[in-house]
């Protein structure tokens, strides 16, 4: 049985998300998780669960990561953090894999610096996956793990990226293209012009450039750009949805009728909601690292922990990590030969 | 009395859109329009309106740029085109200022080409209005006039923004603020640390870094970037804002009494699209060229134009390149002192 190491302490709403979200996971899936946090308090909620005989252990961290900690301190200061525990056990093989809905950065610093990197791989890289207006999903890669890469770096982003999409979305060969400001080759910037070039010589289904609003619409599966582009993009897309259910908010309470109208179609709404909803498709994974990391938003749901643990362990289970390394080290030797 | 030059035949809705457009704009405001574009269609549409009187000339030009024209081919091939002639028109003193709905390269190419660039100036930047949850206008420079800029680039940018900004929104001391992928100084990449480091010893208003989910909540007045991430953000707003309104539309006619809810909260909602329509703010001027050129979205309809128009003409008004010349000439002798 695959076993996923949860920080319990990570998220916004932390550890009750957490303990939840763990407990419909060895509930549902074919997975054990261990709790890595403070012990009484995650055993406390704990025990608001019907959990006896469910495949769930509990470590103990006595440390914990805040939001407003940098990367660097925390990882340098916080030894003991529930992130830090986590991470060994998957060092240490105790565990598969790990899962933090935590501060995003020092959850990358951490299990960069205590799993280290996949041989084959420069840097590891986070891959975010968004609802497209088809219902599928598409892939950005990197979204913040990387600033200043290079462009061979965007071609193994693309690589791992790929691999990803076909063991977690079932696609035989996903198709994988390049964000940039313009369909044609010659548009973008210098990094993406080289990127494209390394990215057509490469055995992938690499459809070329798409612009910012391809996006959502659902037509490529894996889009691949340096982090800083990546992370502007999934932040951007985060404050328009943030905006514009804002507004409509206030659109649907400004008269009677309006609020009477929203009463009426709150189930679409719902629905709505849902769907523009990311953690329904369980966190961003952190690719080339050694070992699995699974990083949620910092405000998952029970549902949206359940669904990052059944990620984490689809990745185990479909050994991305030896597939990366192959795959990597065949490119790395067609660019030689 | 300020004199526009419209490219009539630029848009998705031209030149319908853009004649009912002057018709508004002569007739509202202080301003005259030249309309340039293939003269007897132009004078057909015109024919239309009430416009006996209104201070509305016709210009002839015998070529039309389409959107799918590449930005170089358009500038060379089409020496005819309402773009150049509306461009020529500025730089021969027959008008203040152009507006055009058209293919976005080709406008930013040839306006750079004919009208040339500001002495202070090194590269014109496109300036796109958004609306904030504050009600309020949020300025990103650049959002695609440049790729791979230099850090003094991004302060010429930051110093342009801030004075279109004061001359049409009428803030005395706009919020500026620099794109990155996290609110501490060291997160970022190169350009962003070094840019940075330039606009903290300039005298702008400058308040750090923002994150991409700051551009809607009105906390700062002008995002300045390099417009190759511009363009990008750009891009992805208008694809969340198509992907999530797609959504609600369907959501909103899934059932009997979503529909009903939905008639209910028509107005509602009226008023909400009105408050995410990017075309309410007039258009994106391209600061830094000899002249004033305003380009609005493919989509714009007669209001977009007439507002497009207003923009210009208050550019004009307010001698925003006077400033921009005398403002950049300080800012490079402090740098040298």
Redesign the interface.
Known sequence: MITIALDAMGGDNAPRAEVEGAVLAARELDVRVVLVGIEATVRQELARHRAKGLPIDVANATEVIAMTD?PSQAFRRKKDSSVHVAARLVREGKADGLVSAGNT?AVMTTVRFILGTLAAVDRPALAAPFP??KGTVTVIIDV?AN??SKPEQIEQFAVMGEIYYRAIFGTKRPRVAL????E?EMK???L?REAANLLKQTTLNFTGNV???????GDVDVIVCD???G??????????????T???KT??T??L??K??????????K??RK??DYSEYGGAPLLGVRGTAVIGHGSSNPNAIKNAIRVAAELCRSKVNEKIDRELAAVALAAKG
């Open positions: 940098s950065g497209t207006s913040g600033v200043d964000l940039s400001i313009g044609e973008g910037n210098e993406t612009e910012g609003r391809d996006v959502f619409n982090g800083f582009i992370n502007v993009a999934l932040k951007i897309s985060e404050g328009v949805v943030l905006h514009i804002g507004l409509l659109a649907l400004s008269s009728s309006a009477a109208g929203y009463v009426l179609a709150r189930k679409a709404f629905d709505f769907k523009i």
